[in-house]
């Protein structure tokens, strides 16, 4: 059975303030399912020193190097040291907005790992690609890629979320059939490569417009192994909420 996990992306939002709010909140929360925060790179020590023992911290970047000249990168040791368990990478605004392919992508996926953080790859089609049938191909070289990159048991130890980019922001959330049918895609897809005693247990989270009036029932699909979450982090009691569903779905 894989324990759920529900990571808030806040992106470029958030402050000292809310990383106390969702301290205060989280320290009641249950132990069937983790949660997990990924603020701002400069909120990370605030998080690490204040949230309760149990919520993990993330990044939502890394860098694909190990250290050098690279201005304004971090590095994956870096974030460990900071406290951080997960990392985000190849989230679809890093790759609309600042260009980021498969193969860097797959760069930050092998440096999260060698480092020991826990990659969270995010994957997932624009609307054009969905209309054009080319979900699975999107999805599976992108799943592919990070492979390659990493070997054999390359999802040994990482997440992958499965982000439908026409649904990220936009109130629009996929259907618990459209997500299923990816996600046990994903799930065969790194069968094929690792084995299907990695696949199995590989947490596969949904990530697009996921709140607490739809949570439970992509929650309840069969390959959905948490969310990430995006506008409804920002919302304590939302997110909260959300966490409820998945610690007791
Ligand atoms: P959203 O974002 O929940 O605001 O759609 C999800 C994400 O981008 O990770």
């Known amino acids: 059975m894989r324990r759920k996990i529900i990571a808030g992306n806040w992106k470029m939002n958030g402050d000292r303030d809310l990383v106390r709010q969702v301290a205060e909140r989280a320290a009641d929360s249950a132990v069937e399912a983790e949660l997990a925060v990924c603020p701002p790179f400069p909120l990370l020590p605030t998080a690490a020193s204040q949230l309760p023992f149990g919520v993990a911290l993330g990044a939502q970047d890394v860098s694909e190097y190990e250290a050098g000249a690279y201005t304004g990168e971090v590095s994956a040791a870096m974030l460990l040291e900071a406290g951080c368990r997960y990392v985000i990478v190849g989230h679809s605004e890093r790759r609309t907005l600042y260009g980021e392919d498969n193969d ?16 969270i790859l995010c ?17 599976g070289e992108q799943i592919d890629a990070a492979h390659e990159a990493a070997g ?29 049918a990816v996600h046990a895609f994903i799930r065969q897809r790194v069968a094929e490569r690792d084995g299907s005693e990695v696949a199995e247990q590989l947490p ?35 997110f909260l909420a959300i966490y409820q569903a998945a610690a007791e779905g």
């Open 104 to 119: 860097r992508v797959a760069g930050k996926f092998v440096a999260a790992k060698q480092a020991g953080l826990t990659p």
């Open 123 to 139: 994957v997932g089609e624009t609307l054009a690609e969905r209309d054009a049938e080319r979900t699975e191909a999107v999805v």
């Open 152 to 180: 054999t048991q390359a999802f040994q130890g990482a997440v992958v979320a499965y982000e439908p980019v026409w649904a990220i922001g936009t109130g629009r959330t996929a259907t618990p059939e459209q997500a299923q």
């Open 204 to 238: 596969v989270l949904y990530g697009g417009s996921m709140k607490p009036d739809n949570a439970a029932e992509l929650l309840g699909q069969r390959d959905i192994d948490g969310g990430l979450i995006g506008g409804a982090s920002l919302k304590p009691d939302s």
